[in-house]
């Protein structure tokens, strides 16, 4: 493709996107169609713009409705939430440990950052046992 032409996978990596999302946008009319036919169609920086803005309204807590009003140029309520809704956080992976203490008790715990000895963990699941007055046996 020539410069400034976009496949599906440029511009959703650009947007931080999933191709998936791209297309739902498409099919709801918040983006435009790609631009061509079949193997030949692509985006531009226009798609990309768009896709921007889409994500911009989203984070400021706007419906996908109200979106697209704002797109078509109407009017629309500034939603309430906005001005305390902190922008969406980038995803992260972390590994986290579910540790069963007793019936109806979870410890869970980020692996990453606490790595107690299996004796500890032990200790605590007996004291749990006697706060909440559970016998050892069960």
Do not use: C
């Not at 983006?31 to 768009?50: E, I, M, Q």
């Amino acid at each position: 493709m020539s410069s400034g032409e976009l496949g599906i996978s440029e511009l959703a990596d650009a947007a931080g996107l999933s191709r998936r999302a791209v297309r739902f946008y498409v099919q709801q009319g918040l983006l435009p169609p790609p631009n061509g036919k079949g193997r030949g169609s692509h985006y531009d920086a226009v798609h990309l713009g768009r896709l921007k803005k889409i994500l911009e309204l989203q984070q400021a807590g706007h419906s996908l409705d109200a979106i697209r009003r704002i797109l078509d140029g109407q009017p629309v309520e500034i939603p309430k939430s906005s001005a305390r809704r902190a922008p969406r956080a980038m995803l992260s992976a972390e590994l986290w440990t579910r540790l069963r203490l007793m019936e109806g008790v979870e410890l869970h715990f980020d692996t990453a950052r606490h790595n107690p000895e299996v004796e500890k963990l032990m200790a605590l699941r007996e004291f749990v046992r006697e706060v909440f007055g559970q016998d050892q046996d069960e």
